[in-house]
């Protein structure tokens, strides 16, 4: 098994329940992981036969641009075409960050992060 990383995917989208968040958006962070057997890329050194990270990197900002209310939804809409559009992936965790979110006090940011794995 092994594991790869897309680190501080940076966005700038509009998720939230407020309207204000909606209008002005703001700035994002993603990381990605993923865990799957990489033997075989490891021996042939072809991108055919590894988790390619542009299409990893792709579904973040493909599902980062439809506007949900909350970063928990979103998440998930990303782990799902994960392991629909890339079968040799067996686990997956996602965290969504919102950078300085409007909550009132001095937040660096808010994360979520969501784990699954495959299903038989």
């Known amino acids: 098994m092994g594991i790869i990383r897309v680190n501080n995917i940076r966005l700038y989208t509009n998720h939230g329940c407020l309207d204000e968040e909606a209008k002005i958006g703001s700035e994002y962070k993603v990381n990605i992981e993923v865990k799957a057997d990489l033997q075989k890329s490891a021996q042939t050194d072809e991108l055919t036969d590894t988790v390619d990270y ?10 980062m641009a439809i506007r949900s209310k909350l970063l928990e939804h979103v998440a ?45």
């Open 54 to 63: 542009v299409h990893l990197n792709n579904i973040v900002k493909e599902e």
């Open 76 to 120: 998930k809409r990303i782990l799902d075409r994960v392991f629909h559009e890339i079968p040799m992936v067996d686990e997956a965790e996602v965290s969504v960050a919102k950078i300085n979110p409007p909550i009132g006090g001095n937040v660096e940011e808010v994360v979520i992060v969501l784990k699954d794995v495959r299903k038989s």
